[in-house]
């Protein structure tokens, strides 16, 4: 077979095998969509209460998108990383995989049709119940650059999470618990809030920060927010990430499974 | 000699706390994870709004605090929900679950006493993160309130136990990967108004929060964690939680049985 149409193919098998394993646990996939709707809104609710009134138009859409991308990478770093530890090794199938000379990163990154599934039915429930609290609000001004930025929001997320799982696959460590700096760098590091409202040390952190020049190129295509660095720049930065964090965790695997999976064999950690 | 409620009660005691003593990571994460939600209520507080506004629509005295508390509340109120039915999943996942149900003891009787230790150590491994600030902001009278937090969040679950069985018994019918019912637990968080007044939801959810006991004990938390004394206020609320602790369980007890027989036939393949 051409070497294309083979990739191809594998490409077709792994969004068939995510697809209809999601529908397969079509009850868990409901109940995980609510679940992050439920949880996202009483957590807005309480900023809610932080927020004048009278400043609740502006900063809603603001709030909303903040959490929306952070959702976003959250649920691709749990689902991949997770997934990994609570099923491929669980199960024993990565060893499985590595046999028949399948690529376990491709497989991983299908976790994103659910992952997508998922945030296609949490946000728009969590908009609604935002709309019903703080009154109507305009959400999105430009299309494109909010596909853009989270489409590279979504990819970082993706190379990220490759990086926890591999590393996961030789520590005994479930690799969402790996991802200890989640919470602090949606506060801190831009994502949340736009990079220009945050006090000056922690505007160094947020630029340092990935995912934050996607959150402000998102914030910017919903709100007319300037971002901090100017949109070209943040345009191009995100970008250029968003096709380096993949490329260096695909590097970062092969490196893993030479020299360590395939001669140490896989630690496997189990259910918790 | 076939085992005792007690038994199960004590061997799961010890099953815990040997997870805890061999996992100490995780031990460390329960008491870090109250305060990553306040770092992010309070982060996002900070950036958009202020604290002041946050305390006069709330109407409490110390909002740090108030949070605190009300995220240990979040944590814990409603931990036997999901704890009942992650076991079931879990042995079964280990493939343990058919010998459970081989077992002489009722179904129910085993779940509920499975349940028991967890749902003890897990909120006082809570509220004894949330001691530091208690102690910081309150001094030894933090300490009483933070005591008397645990003892109410113990108590709200009493009405919740009947129910936990159910919901268990739903989850391994199904026969789904992951517990389908884990839903209900920010559910009863979010009519309970955790971090907000009810009064801002829509008015078929204020409803649907007088029966539910976690507002109840919301309540208490928010009363005692502004004021430090108990008002007429928290012993009604103390009064509703008592009765709902046997109305609901009396009212579920009736369909035990018949999800007894349906786990049974179905739910260990």
């Known amino acids: 077979m051409h070497r294309s149409s083979k990739s191809l193919a594998r490409l077709t098998a792994v969004i068939y095998l995510h697809s209809v394993r999601t529908w397969r646990y079509k009850y868990s996939f409901i109940n995980s969509s609510i679940n992050t709707m439920l949880w996202i809104t ?4 309480g900023v809610i209460m932080f927020v004048p009134s009278r400043e609740l138009p502006v900063v809603a859409p603001q709030v909303f998108w903040g959490i929306t991308v952070w959702n976003i990478i959250t649920y691709t770093v749990v689902y991949i990383s997770g997934w990994t530890t609570w ?6 199938l990565v060893e499985e995989h590595i046999l028949h000379g399948l690529d376990l990163p491709a497989l991983l990154a299908g976790r ?9 039915i949490a946000v728009p429930l969590v908009y609604f119940v935002l709309r019903g609290v703080a009154g109507p609000m305009k959400l999105v001004d430009s299309v494109g650059l909010l596909f853009y930025g989270l489409a590279t929001a979504e990819a970082m997320a993706l190379g990220y999470a490759l990086i926890l799982a591999t590393l996961a696959l030789r520590l005994s460590i479930p690799g969402p618990m790996l991802d200890i700096t989640n919470f602090i760098l949606f506060v801190i590091g831009g994502i949340a809030a736009p990079v220009a409202r945050l006090p000056a040390p922690l505007r160094v952190v947020a630029i340092l920060t990935p995912y934050s020049h996607a959150a402000e190129i998102v914030r910017y295509a919903a709100t007319r927010t300037m971002p901090y660095l100017g949109l070209l720049a943040e345009v191009l930065i995100s970008g250029a990430l968003a096709i380096a964090m993949p490329a260096a965790a695909y590097i970062f695997y092969r490196f893993v499974e030479k020299h360590y999976l395939r001669r140490y064999g896989v630690r496997g950690v189990g259910r918790m | 000699m076939p085992s005792s409620f007690f038994d199960v009660v004590a061997a799961e005691f010890y099953a815990y706390t040997r997870f805890y003593k061999n996992n100490r990571a995780m031990m460390i994460a329960a008491f870090i994870w109250p305060y990553l939600m306040v770092l992010i209520l309070l982060g996002l507080g900070y950036l958009f709004g202020s604290l ?3 305390a006069v629509r709330m109407g409490v005295r110390n909002p740090v605090f108030f949070i605190v ?6 944590m814990s109120s409603t931990f036997i929900v999901d704890e009942v039915a992650n076991y079931t999943l879990y042995n079964r996942w280990n493939g343990t679950l058919s010998y459970i149900l081989l077992t002489p003891m009722r179904l129910p009787k085993q779940l509920l006493a499975a349940s028991i230790p967890s749902t ?3 909120p006082a491994i809570s509220v004894t993160s949330a001691l530091p600030v208690a102690l910081y902001f309150e001094g030894l009278r933090g300490a009483a309130i933070i005591a008397a937090l645990y003892a109410v969040i113990v108590l709200g679950m009493i009405p919740l136990a009947g129910l936990s069985v159910l919901i268990a018994g739903l989850v391994l019918t199904v026969r789904e990967e992951t517990n389908i019912a884990n839903s209900i637990t920010p559910f009863l968080l979010l009519v309970s108004g955790v971090f907000y007044p009810v009064a801002i939801l829509p008015k078929a959810l204020q409803l649907i929060a007088i029966a539910v006991p976690v507002k109840y004990v919301v309540d208490i938390a928010r009363a005692i964690a502004s004021t430090g004394t108990f008002s007429h206020e928290v012993f009604l609320a103390i009064y509703a939680l008592t009765f709902m602790a046997f109305t609901y369980n009396a009212l579920v007890a009736p369909l035990l049985g018949a999800i007894e027989e349906k786990v ?5 393949f």
Do not use: C, D, H, N
């Not at chain 1, 009483?42 to 609710?45: A, E, G």
């Open chain 1, 42 to 45: 009483i957590f807005l609710l």
């Open chain 1, 87 to 92: 099923f491929l090794v669980s199960m024993g």
């Open chain 1, 112 to 120: 994103l049709v659910t992952v997508l599934a998922e945030s296609a």
């Open chain 2, 52 to 54: 002041s506004q946050y």
């Open chain 2, 69 to 74: 508390s009300a995220s240990t509340v979040a």
């Open chain 2, 120 to 122: 003890l150590i897990s």
């Open chain 2, 264 to 268: 049974k036939r179905y739910a260990p």
